[in-house]
């Protein structure tokens, strides 16, 4: 007979000749000396004001010891859970919504949970139930800069749904995380009138939504504060080339020249920088040109824009958690998270 493995214990039947038997978790209390029930709340994440921290951690490095995985298929039917959450985005190809998928599906990762992701073909429109039965097929919802009566189709289900960058007075989500929006264009127009501008152009996104009619709010507001301050606004599809247009047309108007282009996304503010150089502008010294959101583009144009950043990804994180919350019982939190001014070279005082 084959001794055990030297300082270990004889490996135990397993499903095949040869291998060890899967660690149960009755494996790792007896290892940790504990009860199965506190195993349970350690590694269900529900040990908090139950079991110490120190306990905790011995649980946890017993289990990682002994190689122990949770079943997640018993766990799965026990809870009558699919540990999977849908998140509805407008568009798919846009970097902002990937970094919130990759905040969702991290948060998400660690508790064993899977999230799909789900452009709505409508963009901010209503969005579809893509499941015969959603409510067989997730446990929640996740819906970043999407109006809630867009998501009828999916609220019907009663399953519970947490909304990112959206309206925070409306009723239909059990929670909502947001980015401060006022206080990021308050900063980009402080900015602005601290260098001395006063004739303002808002490139302003056609899509209505909550996060860019916060935006016009706050930048009117800023303007209407300052003495002898003017602010115009020119819509624009979220699209470089009709934002070239749109900035031209704004540049090529009556009346005196603006001096700084205000844009509702680092999208609109390229378009804005290619308006400038078609027209023979110079960016700062002829005009100043602002985006919002910081992404991989404020940096690609010529000169790198100033932005507002805002974290994505963060934004994702916490609304993975807020709807973890909520399926574990707990009260979930409203967050609203800071922003950050990123100033580079497409800004400076305006020309004498």
């Known amino acids: 007979m084959a001794e055990p493995p030297p300082g270990g214990h004889r490996p135990g039947p397993g499903p095949f000749p040869g291998t060890a038997a ?15 029930a506190t195993v349970s709340l350690v590694l269900g994440d529900k040990w908090p004001g139950r079991v110490s921290e120190r306990t905790a951690g011995h649980v946890r490095d017993t289990a990682r010891e002994l190689g122990y995985r949770p079943n997640l298929a018993a766990r799965n039917l026990r809870l009558g859970r699919t540990r999977t959450a849908l998140l509805v985005v407008p568009a798919l190809p846009h970097e902002f919504f990937a970094r919130v998928y990759t905040g969702a599906a991290t948060v998400a990762a660690a508790h064993s949970f899977g999230v799909v ?75 602005l009138l601290g260098l001395g ?41 979220l699209e470089v080339h009709e934002a070239r247009r749109a900035a031209e047309h704004a540049l090529s108007g009556p009346g005196p020249r603006p001096t700084a282009l205000v844009c509702d996304s680092d999208i609109l503010a390229a378009g804005a920088v290619k308006a400038a150089r078609k027209l023979g502008l110079r960016v700062p010294a002829d005009l100043s040109v602002t985006g919002f959101d910081d992404l991989a583009l404020a940096t690609a144009v010529e000169p790198e824009l100033t932005t507002v950043r805002l974290p994505a990804e963060q934004v ?37």
Do not use: C
């Open 117 to 191: 992701i789900y452009p709505s073909p409508e963009g901010i429109g209503p969005a579809k139930d893509p499941f015969a039965n959603a409510q067989a097929a997730l446990d929640g919802v996740i819906a970043s800069s999407i109006p809630a009566d867009a998501l009828a189709a999916l609220r019907g289900t009663d399953l519970p749904l947490v909304m990112l960058d959206s309206d925070p007075d409306e009723s239909g989500a059990a929670a909502h995380v947001n980015f401060d929006i006022a206080g990021a264009m308050r900063m980009i127009t402080d900015h």
């Open 316 to 352: 994702g994180e916490q609304g993975m958690a807020a709807l973890l919350a909520i399926l574990d019982g707990r009260a979930p939190r409203n967050t609203v998270l800071p922003v950050t001014l990123v100033e580079r070279g497409s800004t400076a005082p305006p020309p004498h």
């Open 197 to 237: 501008h006063r004739r303002l152009v808002h490139l302003a996104s056609a899509v209505t939504s909550w996060t860019f009619a916060e935006r016009a709010d706050a930048l009117a507001r800023s303007v209407r504060d300052t003495p002898g301050a003017l602010v115009r606004t020119v819509t624009s599809p």
């Open 22 to 36: 899967r660690p149960t978790s009755r494996d790792v209390a007896r290892a940790a000396g504990v009860s199965q």
